[in-house]
C-alpha cells in the first residue's frame, strides 16, 4: 500500500500560524503538521530544507501566510492561490500542486502572480515598481524560496496567502490591525484544501 505523505503547512512566524492553524483545526479531521520557517527568503529556506529533510521528502508542502498587494486594483478579500511564483533574481517558478481555474473558483479562492522580496514593501513607489518589472500583483518574503527548495527536490508543493495589506506607507499598521481577518479566510481556505489533498492521498470521495 502506498504510505499517505504528510500534509506540511509553513507560516514565516507564530501569529499567522496559531491565527491560521486554530481555524483549520477546527474545520477539518485531517492530520497535518504546521511548522515556523521564519521572516525573509535565507531563513525560510534554511528552515524549510530541515524540516524536509526530516520527513524524508515524502510530503506536500504549502507555504502559507499573509501577503502585500503591489498594485492599484481592488485586492482579494478571499484566499490566493500564487499560480506564479518569482524570485527578485528573476527565477519563475509554478506551484507542482495542480490547481486548476476550476478548483480554485469552486472554493471560492482568487489567483494572483506572486514575487518573493528580501525585506518588506512599505512605498507605493518601490511596489510599482517591483509590480511592473517583475509582473506580479502580490508580495511576501518566503514563498519562492520555498517552492524553489521544493521544485529542485521533486516535492509537490503550492504557495496560499491572504492579503493584509496594500504595500504601501500604511503597510506595517494595516498589517497588524487586518491580520487576525486574514489568517480566519486563510484557515477557512486552506481547511477545505488540505481536506480534499487527504481524500486524493487516502483514495476517498468528497460529498
Known sequence: MKKQRD???LFSHQAELSGCVDVIRANTYVPFR??????GPENAKQRAAQLIEKLGGDCIVLCLGSAGWLVSTPHPEVCVWAHEIK????RTMRPTL????????????????LVTVKRPVTDSERAEVLARRVGAE????????VVSLCLDAGIECGAVRAV???ANAEAVQNYRERLPGAMRRLGLGVSELITRLHARETGRLLD
Request: charged residues 30%.
Open 7 to 9: 500534509i506540511l503547512l
Open 87 to 90: 524570485s527578485e533574481g528573476g
Open 138 to 145: 502580490m508580495v511576501d518574503m518566503e514563498s519562492a524560496s
Open 98 to 113: 495542480a490547481m486548476n481555474r476550476e478548483a480554485i473558483e469552486g472554493m471560492g479562492w482568487s489567483s494572483a502572480r
Open 34 to 39: 504546521a511548522e515556523r520557517i521564519g521572516i
Open 164 to 166: 493584509s495589506d496594500r
